[in-house]
């Protein structure tokens, strides 16, 4: 589904990601996880259209993406959360999800002017979609509160479901547990679940290691942009680069 060949951006001196080669199939749930820093939201950055790879290639489902802008990345199929919360608070639920939808709509300044029979069509499916999208989160009572009023970690799943909204079909989450408590991540974790019972393919950067272990079908290591382990998430626990990256960093940061 996704394949990123040779990907490599600079910052000045530094390769936040460094020849990376990496690759996604359809339907499958991967776990994207390393030390702070070590290029994991660069990665989405990548991938989503906001930077652009200083060499290598992103390939979509047999499309070159890399170096499209986010909307056109939006468009092909892939959304994304960030790692603070970019709600708009003011905005009630249905607004929210309005919002993430609105890449999606065809709709020309004319359908606006004579409302067409098209658009009204239109209007009419968008709203059964984001139907769905609330029923599948259970937030069906909640579509006219503000999303300032949520509590937070019925806030974070509303950016994924905003995410959704624009129907993609490779979805990346970038911490979305990140200032959970124990309880709001374990539904987190049931709610990823059933999107891919739905047959959504999911990227997901988490530090929140239980979480990573239980939803992953395999798990990417990055350490200083390069990729230093992947598998399953059994042999990522046990691997001795991991575990040194890891161990090294908690050495580096307590001294
Ligand atoms: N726009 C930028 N300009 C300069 N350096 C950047 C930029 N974006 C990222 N970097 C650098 O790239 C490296 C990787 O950062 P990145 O945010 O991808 O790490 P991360 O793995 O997401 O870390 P964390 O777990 O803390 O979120 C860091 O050294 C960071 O400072
Ligand atoms: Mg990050």
Redesign the pocket.
């Known amino acids: 589904m996704l394949s990123c060949k040779a990907l490599t951006?600079r910052?000045?001196g530094?390769a936040?990601?460094d020849n990376l080669d990496f690759e996604i199939a359809a339907g499958e749930i991967r776990g994207l996880i390393?030390?702070?820093?070590?290029?994991?939201?660069?990665?989405?950055?990548l991938i989503s259209g906001i930077?652009k790879p200083t060499s290598g290639s992103i390939v979509f489902e047999g499309k070159p993406i890399a170096g499209k802008r986010t909307d056109e990345v939006t468009r092909a199929g892939i959304a994304r959360t960030f790692?603070n919360i970019r709600l708009f608070g003011d905005m009630t639920v249905w607004e929210n999800l309005l919002v993430g939808r609105h890449c999606r709509l065809k709709q020309t300044v004319f359908d606006d002017l004579f409302a067409t029979p098209a658009k009204r069509r239109e209007e009419a499916a968008a709203r059964d979609k984001l139907e769905n999208l609330l029923r599948l989160f259970h937030m069906e009572h909640l579509r006219e509160e503000l999303a300032k009023n949520l509590p937070y970690g019925l806030q974070r799943e509303l950016e994924i479901m905003r995410a959704m909204a624009s129907e993609p079909r490779l979805l990346l989450l970038?911490?979305p547990a990140a200032g959970m408590n124990p309880r709001e991540t374990a539904q987190l974790t049931e709610q990823i679940q059933r999107l891919r019972e739905q047959g959504f393919t999911v990227l997901v950067?988490e530090?929140d290691m239980r979480l990573v272990m239980n939803i992953c079908d395999r798990i990417t290591v990055?350490n200083y942009?390069k990729k230093i382990a992947e598998g399953a998430p059994r042999e990522i626990q046990t691997h001795p680069e991991v575990i040194q990256a890891y161990l090294g960093k908690q050495v580096k940061d307590s001294a």
Do not use: C, W
């Open positions: 951006i910052f000045g530094l936040a990601i390393g030390p702070n820093g070590s290029g994991k939201t660069t990665l989405f950055n930077y790692q970038d911490e950067v530090h990055l942009g």
